[in-house]
């Protein structure tokens, strides 16, 4: 027999019975209508998870994890503002279906069937998952991540006050909200977790305001591993700037108290709180899991005898909120009601086609008010001495500087976040002089910890602020990639567009870096990002070009709410020739700010016939090099720079190369997982000439004499020219 179903005749025996589990009595600011009313929550919570399950036993309804056990978060809901922005645990239907209540006009029992049956008419996702979430009702919905959500909620957190002291246009969330975040026992010791525990404690011992509401639901076990008695209490209880409460989760009565005197601390004093809830978790941990396969039956019976339906009726009972007599008559109702919904769920339509899924990956526009630029007083003050430097050529770094310094007074919803952004100015200098201009609270010096970074970014984003988090070099990225491939690339499209978190995301990267750091800080992949649906990643190899394209991005990110990766090429910073010391070849002046390169571009210099030299970043500036080594043997190249890497301009590119004999394609990053790879499909694919590449080895990059030498360089890109044309070397 199923476990919910011997739950469910337990309840309707021991109810009818009145064998009811012992506890405390009921005590606290629970009134007997906001008792009542929990208490319904926790019933339409357990009708739902019973109900989807047998839809998923019929055919109907598909993968879903469960909030039974976990009734209790209703009573948190009860304790705060529907104006609170929730990141919830995937068993949190208690906590949405108690927020309804506060909001006028929801139909949160059709609206969660829909979700179920993976209806297109699902209000949160349009039918592509199975999540908690609500426009409505101030939740961002959430997967089944293992606490990937935790760090965007110290972001979102944080952006409150910043919003309070610099209000962005699109601001979503009132001076006096909280931002609660909520979680499993077992995510706890994820090191994403951690690092968002650690960056909120962080951020109050320095006392910087941080209204957060972290919520632990402590069952004691996750998946079949068992937390160790004590574990939360232990590790939490007397953490720096970090304030505990601990209510037992199956007294409605005790967790609405101590939510509401938690949520009072958070909100009074914008500190962050952390709410250790006991609970426990029925029916296994999802889908068909079986619990008794990995716990003892008698364990198993213990937690179902400890049922939380069964404590509320119990405290309604003793408090004269409601007879046992009348929680059955609301339990059953509840149950027939949801089983006459679903019914109906069941028939709505379905995405059927790639298009219909695919939809909303990309954000929907928004309209955002014009902006003239700043005034030319406003830009000498900002600029001071710099003004003068502009007429002259300049290095890749200071015009990047410039840009940003433009963007950052036509736009001041832009922040940068990151390590050593501030008052260093950067590992390379880019972004020196930008705190003197705009301040700490928009150059943001942030502990050592990129998921933090990036996850600041994407909570601020849902504030209404255009975040350029910078990672300090490519390779770092790897330790927190997530938050952009599990977070930021996946909200719009699992909110059909609701919500979004665009950003320009600054990276510096690729090799060529002479002696410096080796792999780490010469990383030439950028595979992990191509990978990522949605995601736009650009890549200047010169100055004006960079200019160029940082103000489309921001204005991607800003209007068109993308999350943009922009790769700054770290061995082109400082390069100031081409082919002779001290020509300046490589030089560039700052571009007016009227000077855009818009997405999907191609940079195309010459207009030879006889090969395209089709590259990016690095690429790009040695294969000008080889260029002109070409034409003096009679070879007539054009350099095609491909600038935007993903998604592919292959339209711009098969349009870049026409008239053209032959393509060599030059490819800095490595042979296996590069962009030869792609680039070889669309030319093989769309052109019938000859092609060839020249990528990286599919290596790691050394430090020293042989930091180049697994990568492209001007005499193998001439090398492979002269073989393609069939001349010699």
């Not at 492209?712 to 010699?728: E, H, K, N, R, Y």
């Amino acid at each position: 027999m199923d476990r919910a179903d011997i739950v469910h005749e337990n309840f309707l025996r021991r109810v009818a019975a009145g064998d009811l589990p012992a506890g405390a009595a009921p005590s606290g600011p629970l009134s007997a209508a906001e008792a009542v009313s929990v208490y319904r929550a926790g019933c339409l919570s357990r009708a739902l998870d019973r109900q989807s399950r047998a839809m998923q036993k019929a055919g109907q309804g598909f993968y879903t994890i469960g909030s039974s056990g976990h009734e209790g978060l209703a009573a948190v809901a009860a304790a705060l503002r529907p104006t609170d922005m929730a990141f919830l645990h995937y068993r949190d239907a208690a906590f949405q279906i108690a927020r309804a209540a506060q909001v006028p006009g929801q139909s949160i029992a059709w609206d969660m069937l829909l979700s179920f049956a993976a209806s297109a008419e699902d209000p949160i996702s349009g039918g592509r998952h199975k999540v908690l979430g609500s426009k409505a009702l101030n939740i961002p919905p959430q997967t089944s991540t293992i606490a990937s959500h935790l760090p965007k909620a110290v972001g979102a957190a944080y952006a409150i006050g910043a919003a309070r002291r610099h209000a962005p246009e699109h601001k979503a969330l009132p001076d006096d909200a909280i931002v609660y975040c909520s979680f499993g026992d077992a995510s706890a010791n994820h090191s994403t977790a951690q690092g968002a525990f650690n960056t909120a404690s962080w951020t109050s011992y320095q006392s910087i305001p941080l209204p957060l509401l972290f919520v632990c639901e402590d069952n004691g076990i996750g998946i079949s591993t068992k937390t160790p008695k004590g574990w939360i209490a232990a590790t939490f209880r007397d953490r720096p700037g970090l304030k505990y409460f601990h209510c037992n989760g199956l007294d409605i009565y005790e967790t609405f108290r101590v939510a509401q005197e938690a949520a009072h601390y958070v909100r009074a004093r914008k500190k962050p709180a952390f709410l250790h809830l006991g609970t426990i978790r029925l029916y296994g941990h999802a889908g068909a899991d079986v619990p008794t396969t990995y716990l003892s039956r008698e364990e198993v019976e213990a937690e179902e005898a400890n049922d939380p339906l069964l404590h509320s009726v119990r405290l309604l009972d003793q408090a004269g909120a409601l007879d046992p007599a009348g929680a059955l008559a609301i339990y059953e109702e509840t149950n027939a009601r949801v089983a006459r919904i679903s019914g109906e769920a069941v028939k709505r339509p379905r995405l059927k086609t790639a298009s219909d899924v695919m939809a909303s990956i990309i954000p929907p526009k928004r309209s955002c008010k014009p902006t003239n630029g700043p005034s030319a007083e406003a830009r000498a003050a900002a600029f001071g001495g710099d003004m003068k430097a502009m007429d002259e050529p300049q290095i890749m770094s200071r015009l990047i500087n410039w840009a940003l310094t433009d963007l950052m007074l036509e736009h001041p919803e832009i922040v940068m976040m990151g390590e050593d952004v501030g008052r260093k100015g950067g590992v390379y200098g880019v972004t020196q002089k930008l705190t003197q201009r705009f301040g700490q609270d928009r150059m943001i010096d942030t502990l050592l910890d990129e998921q933090s970074i990036l996850g600041l970014a994407i909570g601020m984003a849902q504030n209404g602020f255009v975040p350029m988090p910078e990672i300090q070099f490519l390779a770092y990225l790897h330790n927190a990639e997530d938050q952009i491939r599990g977070e930021a690339a996946t909200l719009s499209f699992f909110s059909n567009g609701q919500y979004t978190n665009p950003m320009v995301l600054r990276i510096a990267g690729l090799g060529y870096q002479k002696g410096f750091g080796g792999h780490f800080h010469n990383d030439n992949s950028v595979a992990v990002i191509r990978d990522i649906p949605g995601v736009i990643l650009a890549c200047p190899s010169n100055g004006a070009d960079a200019a160029r394209m940082m103000r489309e991005c921001v204005r991607l990110a800003r209007e068109e709410q993308r999350v943009v990766v922009f790769l700054e090429p770290i061995a082109l910073y400082p390069m100031r020739d081409l082919h002779a010391e001290k020509d300046g070849g490589w030089m560039c002046r700052y571009p007016e700010r009227s000077e855009v390169i818009g997405f999907g571009e191609v940079g195309v210099h010459g207009n030879g016939t006889d090969l395209a030299i089709v590259t990016f970043g690095n690429g790009n500036y040695l294969s000008r090099q080889a260029e002109r080594r070409l034409a003096k043997k009679g070879v007539k190249a054009r350099v095609i720079d491909m600038r935007w890497l993903s998604p592919l301009p292959a339209d711009a590119l098969v349009e870049a190369v026409k008239g053209t004999k032959r393509i060599l394609i030059v490819d800095e990053t490595r042979r296996s997982g590069g962009l030869a790879e792609a680039l070889m499909a669309l030319f093989s694919e769309r052109t019938d000439v000859p092609k060839a590449r020249l990528t990286a080895e599919d290596s790691f990059i050394a430090t020293g004499p042989a930091y180049a030498a697994t990568m492209p360089s001007a005499d193998s890109i001439f090398d492979a020219a002269m073989v393609l044309i069939g001349g010699t070397k």
